[in-house]
């Protein structure tokens, strides 16, 4: 426990990364008051068998290349599905309660909540970087798959999914893939190494951890699940695939 590389590590993945997200969270108006802090990393065993599951709703067979990003969220929710689903579906909608980092808008632009060809489109830093994004399918209230039409992420994907763990509890997941644009020009591969700089992955872990905690919040709040119930339900599904049993991004 004292040997100094286990305590560089700790230094640097659990005290350095915990000062740094926090910083992030300040800088873009994300609050915690009143909200309960979960880790939502997907364990490493379980990365592989969720993104399959992700690709498969896709109707991907298997990848046939690496992406620049990709990261997945998961979180326990106790609640009813449909309670949950229409939280997603408030993702684009101007009264949502999560996902409302400062310097970046998301508003619809076209269809209704959780119905395929909604359209939502995101305005980074006053509109310096935009893209938009249509949902293509949407299954049984489980899946709801995003596909980015426009922009610098074009092709990528945001997905979520909700799946039974028992009745009432279910595992809320959002899976994040998309690659930068590549191009021959060398100010445009420049400008592009410079935002991926200075708007590096980790926010992901950032924007959607307090995403998920938040959805958490409002979901298991209007049930009035008790606290007692809450710990008791905890304490039997830490052991899930999938489960959120390690932070940090994949």
């Known amino acids: 426990?004292?040997?100094?590389?286990?305590?560089?590590?700790?230094?640097?993945?659990?005290?350095?990364?915990?000062?740094?997200?926090?910083?992030?969270?300040?800088?873009?108006?994300?609050?915690?008051?009143?909200?309960?802090?979960?880790?939502?990393?997907?364990?490493?065993?379980?990365?592989?068998a969720r993104?399959?599951?992700?690709?498969?709703?896709?109707?991907?067979?298997?990848?046939?290349?690496?992406s620049d990003f990709e990261s997945m969220y998961s979180i326990i929710v106790k609640g009813p599905r449909n309670r949950?689903?229409?939280?997603?579906?408030?993702?684009?909608?101007?009264?949502?309660?999560?996902?409302?980092?400062?310097?970046?808008k998301v508003y619809r632009t076209a269809g209704n909540p959780n119905q395929v060809g909604s359209t939502i489109r995101y305005d980074l830093f006053r509109r310096v970087l935009k893209f938009s994004i249509v949902l293509e399918q949407a299954i049984d209230e489980r899946y709801l798959v995003y596909r980015v039409e426009s922009g610098f992420a074009k092709g990528g994907t945001l997905s979520f999914a909700i799946d039974s763990v028992r009745e009432g509890v279910f595992l809320l997941s959002t899976y994040v893939r998309f690659s930068f644009p590549k191009s021959k020009n060398v100010i445009k591969k420049i400008g592009w190494h410079i935002f991926k700089t200075v708007f590096p992955g980790f926010l992901h872990d950032v924007f959607w951890n307090h995403s998920l905690c938040k959805i958490k919040h409002l979901v298991e709040t209007d049930e009035g699940v008790s606290r007692e119930t809450e710990i008791l339900i905890d304490r039997e599904t830490t052991v899930l695939p999938g489960n959120t049993g390690v932070s940090g991004t994949i």
Do not use: C
């Open 1 to 48: 426990m004292f040997h100094p590389a286990t305590l560089a590590l700790i230094a640097t993945g659990g005290v350095l990364v915990t000062i740094r997200n926090v910083f992030a969270e300040r800088f873009f108006g994300l609050m915690w008051k009143g909200l309960q802090g979960y880790t939502t990393g997907v364990r490493k065993e379980a990365f592989e």
């Open 84 to 104: 949950i689903f229409k939280q997603l579906g408030k993702f684009g909608e101007t009264d949502r309660e999560y996902f409302t980092p400062r310097m970046i």
């Open 51 to 66: 993104r399959k599951e992700f690709m498969k709703v896709q109707g991907i067979e298997e990848l046939t290349e690496s």
